[in-house]
């Protein structure tokens, strides 16, 4: 199949492909509730979720919701998650969000996106998880490993170079429906399959009608 084939054909060929591989997927992260996986996901940032979920087992033990939480002090946090990346800000992030969500919203987590988007730590990649999973809504997270799949398949053009630019082109010609698994796929893809610095393109059914764009598919 040749590498330039018009957009729509590589949507279509891309998305099949994954509809047949990975016909149930979601985040690999762990929790028992929504509040759960807001600090999970904002734990992951710059992070495996690997080692998010090493640490959150301990830390969800000793603060299961936002009520226990929000009476913690960052370095109380800080002992728990030492081991993840920026520790110390992200302590502070949910010692603080916690708080927030007391006090606004009786310890639930908003589903309004601009709601999220309040929330210390909370960025547009946290809150579209957030939307998509917690909330079953039609949204597409743009994280490293989505942003690296999205050019490196051909689904966006270099242009598209900020997550937001990725993640409108996605949007505009991923099916509705298909949207909150689209970030599963392309998320799990990157991280076992095309990897960022060797790619395991010998094992890759998309081989065949991958245009190999690895130049400027790294944040």
């Given at each position: ?51 998010v979920n090493q640490v959150t087992p301990e830390l969800f033990r000793r603060y299961p919701d ?140 998309l081989e065949d009608i991958c245009p190999k764009r690895l130049e400027g598919s790294r944040l």
């Amino acid at each position: 199949m040749h590498p330039e084939m018009k957009i729509e054909e590589r949507y279509r060929l891309v998305l099949d492909h994954f509809r047949t591989e990975m016909p149930e997927v979601t985040t690999e992260l762990e929790f028992a509730n929504v509040f759960q996986l807001l600090v999970a996901v904002v734990l992951s940032a710059q992070c495996t979720d690997k080692r998010v979920n090493q640490v959150t087992p301990e830390l969800f033990r000793r603060y299961p919701d936002a009520h226990t939480m929000a009476q913690a002090e960052p370095d109380d946090i800080l002992e728990y998650i030492s081991s993840v990346s920026y520790p110390n800000s992200k302590s502070r992030h949910l010692a603080e969000l916690s708080r927030i969500l007391v006090q606004k919203y009786n310890g639930e987590v908003p589903g309004d996106f601009d709601a999220l988007l309040e929330l210390p730590g909370v960025g547009r990649k946290t809150a579209n998880v957030m939307q998509a999973v917690a909330f079953g809504k039609k949204a597409m997270a743009v994280d490293t490993h989505v942003y690296r799949v999205s050019h490196r398949l051909g689904l966006v053009p270099r242009t598209a170079s900020t997550p937001l630019k990725v993640e409108q082109h996605l949007l505009k010609h991923i099916p509705t429906d298909d949207v909150p698994r689209a970030h599963h796929w392309l998320l799990l893809h990157g991280r076992y399959v095309c990897t960022s610095r060797a790619p395991h393109c010998d094992r890759c059914s998309l081989e065949d009608i991958c245009p190999k764009r690895l130049e400027g598919s790294r944040l």
